[in-house]
């Protein structure tokens, strides 16, 4: 069955998150290199379906683009020339880190491993990921 893949895109670094072939269950993937995000779909989208892409997008409190947002629409529109059979859709990614943090501190994650940022951003894509399931 095929998965729903979610991205907190990032100036350098990009978190991936995945649900189970049920989508019962999102789940932290990987942390990519942002410049290598393409290049690890490709070959993620080869051994496993995707159904549907969910990218975060960044908005401010008010609901206008912050300095992220132009970049990550430029992502998107590379993504739908890569993969145009795959939906993609946005979702809010307001306070995603912070709530990522949190979750990192509920969990009993030792402070030296939550200082790793690579772990907030696939913690964030999982948020995301879960919060766009909610709606479903």
Do not use: C, W
């Not at 080869?46 to 908005?59: K, L, N, R």
């Not at 990550?72 to 995603?96: C, G, S, W, Y």
């Not at 979750?103 to 690579?118: H, P």
């Amino acid at each position: 069955m095929p998965r729903i893949l979610a991205i907190d895109y990032g100036a350098k670094r990009t978190g991936i998150a995945v649900t189970d072939p049920l989508k019962i269950i999102a789940s932290a993937l990987e942390t990519i290199p942002t410049d290598k995000v393409i290049e690890f779909l490709k070959k993620y989208t080869q051994t496993e379906p995707v159904e549907a892409f969910v990218v975060g997008m960044p908005v401010n409190l008010d609901g206008s683009d912050t300095d992220g947002t132009h970049y990550v629409k430029k992502f998107i529109e590379e993504m739908k020339n890569v993969f145009p059979a795959i939906p993609i859709h946005l979702q809010d990614e307001r306070f995603t880190s912070k709530m990522a943090v949190s979750a990192m501190i509920a969990g009993g994650m030792k402070k030296k491993d939550r200082q790793i940022k690579g772990n907030i951003d696939k913690i964030s894509a999982t948020i995301i990921l879960q919060s766009f399931m909610e709606k479903l």
